[in-house]
């Protein structure tokens, strides 16, 4: 079983809000993310073909940025995989008859303010932290920002992760739009070697 199957099985158990595929989280990309306006849950997949040599620096990633965290992944992977996971990560075993839990993640309380705001803009950034009333922030470059939010024990981080749940929700048309083009234009190119290949090919057959 491989990534798209997996998916296939895995998109229409997420329900409300949106889902996002490959999405930045720190040095890696998070292969699904649900987000609602009440939580972030990241899933990553782990097909026949993949390996769990990624599994340490992604949880590196991931846990300091969603409240849920759940690896689907094949029959084969799930021995190895366990150990590897600490007790309030999820596990899904997808199979050819569907999906099952082997074990339902729990809320994740390793949560950091800058690794969250790692999602958004830097000038939603600046949004947000102009909204709280630091004067300036507008003229702060990212670094900065990010220090800030470190070091502030003054700034809610449950009002940060509401502010990047509802911009990154805000941001889906456009990235469905952006993923549309994308397609077009793969599709477009597929096209035009087509017909190129099919040009080359016609001297060739009329010599023959």
Not at 56 to 71: A, E, I, N, R
Request: proline share 5%; hydrophobic share 40%.
């Amino acid at each position: 079983m491989n990534d798209p199957e997996i998916r296939t099985l895995l998109y229409p158990l997420l329900h409300d809000g949106v889902y996002v595929d490959e999405l930045p989280t720190g040095t890696t990309r998070a292969d699904v993310v649900h987000i609602t306006s009440t939580f972030m849950h990241c899933y990553e997949l782990k097909g026949d073909a993949d390996t769990l040599k990624r599994v340490l620096p992604q949880l590196k990633c991931y846990g300091v940025v969603y409240d849920f965290v759940t690896f689907v992944v094949t029959e084969k992977h799930v021995e190895k995989l366990l150990p590897m996971l600490p007790e309030w990560v999820g596990v899904l075993v997808a199979t050819t008859e569907g999906v099952r839990t082997h074990r339902p993640a729990r809320y994740n309380s390793t949560v950091e303010r800058p690794h969250l705001a790692g999602l958004l803009l830097r000038e939603e950034v600046q949004q947000y932290l102009m909204a709280l009333g630091l004067k300036g922030a507008s003229q702060l470059r990212r670094r900065e920002l990010f220090r800030i939010l470190a070091q502030s024990h003054s700034i809610p981080l449950s009002g940060l992760a509401q502010f990047v749940r509802e911009r990154l929700i805000a941001r889906m048309p456009q990235r469905l739009q952006h993923r549309a083009e994308r397609k077009a234009e793969r599709e477009r190119l597929a096209k035009r070697r087509r017909k190129r290949k099919h040009k080359k090919a016609t001297p060739l057959t009329k010599r023959l």
